[in-house]
Nanobody, 122 residues
């Protein structure tokens, strides 16, 4: 069994900061891209930030300059540092990771965490 478990969500005032973590566990051969998505009520799930295994990063325009994605490959963990939070950042944040489970197979499927709630009050 493979699991992605997020932590670090919560309630914060506008202008504040939160740091999300997502740890992958289980029998994993290698991890490719790791990403954070968010979904607000009534909205579609949107990509917030992603990082490749080599450390390249990509951000949604709405979070550029405020959010930073990073990863610790030794601990199979991805982080999202969120600064200068705005009420419109309120959403459930999900991590996703492209996981290769076996050395003998190049198949790498996308796995999702259960999500963590981030609420930003005005």
């Amino acid at each position: 069994q493979v699991h992605l478990v997020e932590s670090g969500g919560g309630l914060v005032q506008a202008g504040g900061s939160l740091r999300l973590s997502c740890a992958a566990s289980g029998s994993i051969f290698s991890i490719g891209a790791m990403s954070w998505y968010r979904q607000a009520p009534g909205n579609q799930r949107e990509l917030v930030a992603s990082t490749t295994s080599g450390g390249s990063t990509n951000y949604a325009d709405s979070v550029k300059g405020r959010f930073t994605i990073s990863r610790d490959n030794a601990k199979n963990t991805v982080f999202l540092q969120m600064n200068s939070l705005k009420p419109e950042d309120t959403a459930v944040y999900h991590c996703a990771a492209r996981l290769r489970l076996y050395s003998w197979s190049f198949e790498a499927n996308l796995y999702w965490g259960q999500g963590t709630q981030v609420t930003v009050s005005s």
